[in-house]
């Protein structure tokens, strides 16, 4: 069964060290996202992604972040200079359809990112 | 806008017993709902979803969930639990709109399952 997959799976960086998040969303979908979880809150949404381009985004998603879908596969989520408050799980999703509010969603298991 | 509460942080129950995760939303729109499960190191796994074609939704591993708009409530329930439905239980709710929409997560609910 197609699934979406992330690497790594931990990540530890110093503060202030730019990092790159990468998912490869399943091969048909159309939609991607980027969501985080810092330990012990809820999942929060970043970015909504869609025909090469940003479709949404929250205010987490400052100018520190950025997205890309480099090579038709590969989906990213940069961190220019990471701080301590960016540590948290990373995760990454696809959707296979525009338009559908009701669309399951399908996660990648995430990427652990420590700041230290 | 949207939000989702989960009343309960943690719930116990026997194996075998039944199972009742509350969640309350609010919505803007007519909201779709969801249901997500999340394993230890595992990613998100959909159970149901609510798509307003019927307010008594089925899932996997036999749970169901009610849509009561009356209450603003979306309940998962199981009739019996098992030790393999020990996680973290999400609600979810996306607003009505395009598949852009990110959705809004409730703090999550830890089933534990006690032998």
């Known amino acids: 069964e197609p699934e979406v997959t992330q690497t790594p799976s931990h990540q530890v960086t110093q503060m202030g060290q730019e990092v790159i998040l990468r998912c490869v ?11 985080r979880q810092i330990l012990g809150q809820k999942v929060e949404f970043l970015v909504s992604f869609y025909n090469n381009e940003i479709s949404e985004k929250s205010e987490i998603f400052d ?8 090579d038709g596969s590969n989906f990213t989520l940069k961190i220019r200079s990471t701080k301590l408050e960016d540590s948290a799980m990373y995760f990454c999703a696809s959707t296979p359809q525009a338009g559908q509010a009701n669309n399951e ?5 995430g990427t652990r990112l420590t700041v230290l | 806008a949207q939000s989702v509460t989960q009343l309960d942080s943690h719930v116990s129950v026997s194996e075998g017993t039944p199972v009742l995760l509350r969640c309350n939303y609010s919505s803007s729109y007519s909201p779709s709902l969801f249901w997500y499960v999340q394993h230890p190191n595992k990613g998100l796994q959909l159970l149901l979803k609510y798509t307003s074609a019927a307010t008594l939704v089925k899932g996997i591993n036999g749970f169901e969930a009610e849509f009561k708009k009356s209450e603003t409530s979306f309940h998962l329930t199981k009739p019996s639990a098992h030790m393999s439905d020990a996680a973290e239980y999400f609600c979810v709710v996306s607003a009505s709109g ?16 006690q032998p």
């Open chain 1, 105 to 109: 969603q399908f996660f990648g298991p």
């Open chain 1, 63 to 70: 100018d520190q972040f950025s997205v890309e879908r480099p």
């Open chain 1, 25 to 35: 969303p399943i091969s048909n979908h159309l939609y991607f996202y980027w969501y």
């Open chain 2, 98 to 113: 395009g598949g852009a929409d990110g959705l809004t997560f409730g703090k999550g609910t830890h089933l534990i399952i």
